[in-house]
């Protein structure tokens, strides 16, 4: 998914391209209040096409940081939030959001909760209870939150002014609107957010701890702690950085959630993991050019059951460029080389380029909606292809590389 708070480029001439593209899309292309509910939501959808026996898409070795996106999802969907904020008096307000969401044809609930803000001990606080997504550090082209703790059911707060700080607290359980809580684990997850602490000229630092406690079968309760570092103006002006240093243990998932709880939601009982990475992406946009990049390494120790002390390491690198060559036009690029490696079994490789020409509202990197008409080529060595051979894992054709075409719109507001 991508990041819908992202600000959005105003948009340009050309309205017949615009009209088409939001027609495509069924609303305005940044649309954010009708008839007086907030709108908010993402989208994505298209036509795909692949060699017979191969995947029309998801061609991952599975790490976190792995799948390059651009031309490499393959599948539809919808999440359309409607929320509504109303002043209820002595400068206090009262919201509700509710996000169902589509994809692959499967219905789900992505958020759904109520909150309040405006009282007089901590009137910039605000204050929920349900299920609120609390997405807090992404990496576009690989489709990852990377720090992101608000996918359970729970009670908490965000945006307390500390002065030097803003701090953010949820307390959760291993439910969900989907899926009830699961007795036999009886997880439960404290998360501390502790973000704007300035740092440097242009420098902000967000840490992300997380405590999870409860009943399991396999592995253990455990915790985690994130570090990001957000830079501006990073060497040079309009180069921006985030920095990543995360580290986790036993049921606690690296980005800040539950990791392998076991219930209805994940599957079968897992066991904890112990996971460390570190990660740099960097973004820009100079004139017509944009873009974003990054290299990240992870580790993974299983904790428990038959596979009791396996490691696992992961290595991603690669980037999108984007090149606008007019207002409504585009070209973009993507590379990305991605390896695991597995105590006991060989290496496994996978390399991925995309070229993809894009209609687009504005000229910018970050602008959406945009309409992509693209090639991609995938790659891997036999190692990859035993390792997603089953079902419908790209290695069940017994090639070692495959080409897709596609057309696909995609779009935040």
């Known amino acids: 998914m991508s990041r819908i708070s992202m600000e959005k480029a105003g948009m340009y001439g050309a309205p017949f391209v615009a009209m088409m593209l939001a027609c ?8 954010r209040d009708i008839a ?61 959001m509710y996000m169902p969401a589509v994809w692959g044809g499967n219905y789900g609930t992505a958020q759904g909760f109520v909150a309040m803000s405006g009282f007089d001990f901590a009137p910039e606080a605000r204050f929920w209870v349900g299920q609120n997504r ?8 690989v489709d990852s939150f990377l720090m992101d703790y608000g996918d359970n059911t729970g009670v908490g707060m965000t945006g307390l002014d500390l002065g030097s700080a803003k701090l ?24 501390i957010d502790l973000s704007d602490i300035r740092t440097n000229a ?12 409860g009943n399991f079968q396999m592995g253990s309760s455990g915790g985690g702690l994130s570090v990001s570092h957000n830079q501006s103006d990073f060497m040079i002006q309009g180069l921006a950085n985030t920095f990543f240093l995360q580290g986790a243990t036993g049921h606690a998932a690296i ?14 009982q897992q066991p904890g993991v112990k ?50 060559a007019g207002q409504n036009f585009k070209l973009l690029a993507e590379a990305g080389t991605t390896s695991r490696s597995i105590d006991g079994q060989p290496r496994q490789s996978l390399n991925k380029f995309t070229i993809a020409p894009t209609l687009a509202l504005a000229p910018e990197f ?30 069940a054709s017994g090639r070692t590389s495959s080409t897709l075409v596609g057309a696909q719109i995609e779009t935040w507001w």
Do not use: C, M
């Not at 291993?174 to 036999?184: A, L, R």
């Not at 242009?202 to 406690?213: C, E, N, P, W």
């Not at 980005?255 to 079968?268: C, E, H, I, R, Y």
């Not at 995938?378 to 790209?394: I, K, P, Q, Y």
């Open 202 to 213: 242009g420098g902000t630092l967000r840490v992300l701890g997380t405590l999870v406690d």
């Open 168 to 191: 953010g607290i949820g307390l959760f359980n291993s439910g969900t609107f989907d899926y009830s809580n699961i007795v036999p684990n009886n997880a439960r997850r404290i998360n």
């Open 24 to 31: 495509a899309i069924g609303f305005p292309a940044q649309a």
């Open 134 to 141: 609390l997405r807090l550090q992404e990496v576009h082209i």
């Open 366 to 395: 970050w602008s959406r909606p945009e309409l992509r008409f693209y090639v991609t080529h995938a790659s891997w060595n036999a190692a990859a292809a035993v390792a997603n051979s089953g079902g419908s894992g790209f290695g």
């Open 255 to 268: 980005s800040g959630k539950f990791q392998g709880l076991g219930d209805a939601a994940t599957g079968g």
């Open 275 to 324: 996971s460390f990475r570190i990660a740099d992406a960097l973004d820009w946009q100079y004139g017509p050019f944009g873009g974003q990049a990054l290299a990240a390494y992870q580790t993974a120790r299983i904790d428990g059951g038959i596979n009791h002390g396996r490691n696992t390491r992961d290595i991603s690198a690669g980037g999108r460029i984007s090149y606008a």
């Open 36 to 96: 007086g509910f907030e709108v908010e939501g993402y989208t994505r959808f298209g036509a795909y096409s692949s060699p017979a026996g191969t995947p029309r898409g998801a061609y991952t070795l599975g790490g976190d940081t792995q799948k390059f996106r651009l031309g490499n999802e393959g599948d539809n969907g919808i999440e359309l939030g409607i929320g509504k904020t109303a002043d209820i008096g002595n400068g206090k307000k009262l919201g509700f």
